[in-house]
């Protein structure tokens, strides 16, 4: 069992950065694939970037670029850092872990989840 816990969402201008934070509870972190997801209003969630037991990234083609997903292991935290903000990056951003070696750009691969941390974006 994972628990997942964002933060580090906020309002910021278009072109600016964020970084957010997604803390896991338990021993096995470092056993999990680890993705951020995000939800605008009204529409489906979708995936954003993940990242492997072993580093191996997968991202979004709308990010690519602009969002980097890292692992500390060690403090048992993803993060995406998000720069070049634009707002239709605007939505509320979810962390999730998964068990799987692959299909972790789906949301069907992810058994837990967090809340989620609100973004918005500003023109």
């Known amino acids: 069992q994972v628990q997942l816990v964002e933060s580090g969402g906020g309002l910021v201008q278009a072109g600016g950065s964020l970084r957010l934070s997604c803390a896991a509870s338990?021993?096995?972190?470092?056993?999990?694939?680890m993705g951020w997801f995000r939800q605008a209003p009204g529409k489906e969630r979708e995936f954003v970037q993940a990242i492997t037991r072993n580093g191996e990234i997968y991202y979004a083609d709308s990010v690519k670029g602009r969002f980097t997903i890292s692992r500390d292991n060690a403090k048992n935290t993803v993060y995406l850092q998000m720069n070049s903000l634009k707002p239709e990056d605007t939505a509320v951003y979810y962390c999730?872990?998964?068990?799987?070696?692959?299909?972790?750009?789906?949301?069907?691969?992810?058994?837990?989840w967090g809340q989620g941390t609100q973004v918005t974006v500003s023109s």
């Open positions: 999730a872990a998964s068990t799987k070696l692959y299909g972790i750009a789906n949301r069907s691969g992810y058994a837990y």
């Open positions: 338990g021993r096995t972190f470092s056993t999990y694939a």
